[in-house]
C-alpha cells in the first residue's frame, strides 16, 4: 500500500464495520463508507475516486457482495472477503481472493492491508 490509501468497506453489520473502520484508521488508510449493501457500495465506487483496496462481506442486507466484487475487479482494486463463508462457496471467479475469517483478526486486516 502507499502512504495515503482508501478502502471501501462493505460491511452490513454496524459493530463489525466500526471494527474495520478503526482497523483501516489505525493502519493510516481512509475509509470509503462504511456500505451495508452492494447497491450503496456501487453508488460509492462510481461516486468517488477508485479505492486503493476493499474489504467485503459476503452476505449483505440486499444479498451477495459478489457484484461488488466483479466491479472492483473490472477497476483493478485488490480486495479481500471479510466472512464466515466457506472458500468452497465461492464463485470460482474469485478464486485466489484473500478470505479473512469473522471475526476480524486486526492483525490479519491490518498486514493484509500494508501487503
Known amino acids: 500500500m502507499t502512504e495515503s490509501f482508501s478502502v471501501l468497506i462493505v460491511e452490513d453489520n454496524?459493530?463489525?464495520?466500526a471494527h474495520m473502520v478503526c482497523i483501516v484508521e489505525d493502519a493510516g488508510g481512509t475509509v470509503l463508507g462504511p456500505a451495508k449493501s452492494a447497491a450503496s457500495a456501487l453508488l460509492l465506487i462510481d461516486?468517488?475516486?477508485p479505492p486503493d483496496?476493499?474489504?467485503l462481506d459476503i452476505n449483505i442486507t440486499d444479498g451477495l457482495v459478489y457484484p461488488v466484487a466483479t466491479r472492483l475487479t473490472e477497476i483493478g482494486c485488490?480486495?479481500?472477503f471479510v466472512s464466515a463463508v466457506r472458500p468452497?462457496?465461492?464463485p470460482s471467479q474469485f478464486e485466489?481472493?484473500?478470505i479473512?475469517?469473522?471475526p476480524a483478526d486486526t492483525k490479519a486486516v491490518t498486514e493484509w492491508l500494508l501487503n
Request: proline share 0%; charged share 20%; hydrophobic share 70%.
Open 88 to 90: 468452497m462457496h465461492i
Open 100 to 102: 479473512l475469517s469473522k
Open 53 to 55: 483496496a476493499a474489504l
Open 96 to 98: 485466489g481472493i484473500e
Open 47 to 49: 461516486a468517488f475516486e
Open 14 to 17: 454496524a459493530l463489525i464495520a
Open 78 to 80: 485488490r480486495f479481500a
